[in-house]
Nanobody, 121 residues
Framework: VQLQASGGGLVQAGGFLRLSCAAS????????MGWFRQAPGKEREFVAG????????YYDDSVKGRFAISRDNAENTVLLQMNSLKVEETAVYYC???????????????WGQGTEVTVSS
């Protein structure tokens, strides 16, 4: 199983980025997908999740209204559109996969390598 996250980079506060995660080696349409982030010295935290069909999405309160998660089961990809980014959202962003809905990192079975997002003031 491989989850390849991409799309990170340097952006000014208030800007936007679109992260992508390409999955291979698993029956993608059977897996719920999640995005997490980990800032230096902090624990990994849940950002957004999407059900296997894409019919249900859920977010951490801190990103509601600014971030949007989506998926394309034909392309085995999951996206995270991040708008109005804040300096404190600088972190490495990870995509992850599991069967069923969950918000805790330990519940996820497969992880990507992460893509770094830096938000400057």
């Amino acid at each position: 199983v491989q989850l390849q996250a991409s799309g990170g980079g340097l952006v000014q506060a208030g800007g936007f980025l679109r992260l992508s995660c390409a999955a291979s080696g698993l029956p993608f349409s059977l897996y719920n997908m999640g995005w997490f982030r980990q800032a230096p010295g902090k624990e990994r935290e849940f950002v957004a999740g999407i059900s296997r069909t894409g019919g249900m999405t859920y977010y951490d309160d801190s990103v509601k209204g600014r971030f949007a998660i989506s998926r394309d089961n034909a392309e085995n990809t999951v996206l995270l559109q991040m708008n109005s980014l804040k300096v404190e959202e600088t972190a490495v962003y990870y995509c992850a996969a599991r069967i069923g809905v969950a918000r805790t990192a330990t519940a996820y079975e497969y992880w990507g390598q992460g893509t770094e997002v830096t938000v400057s003031s």
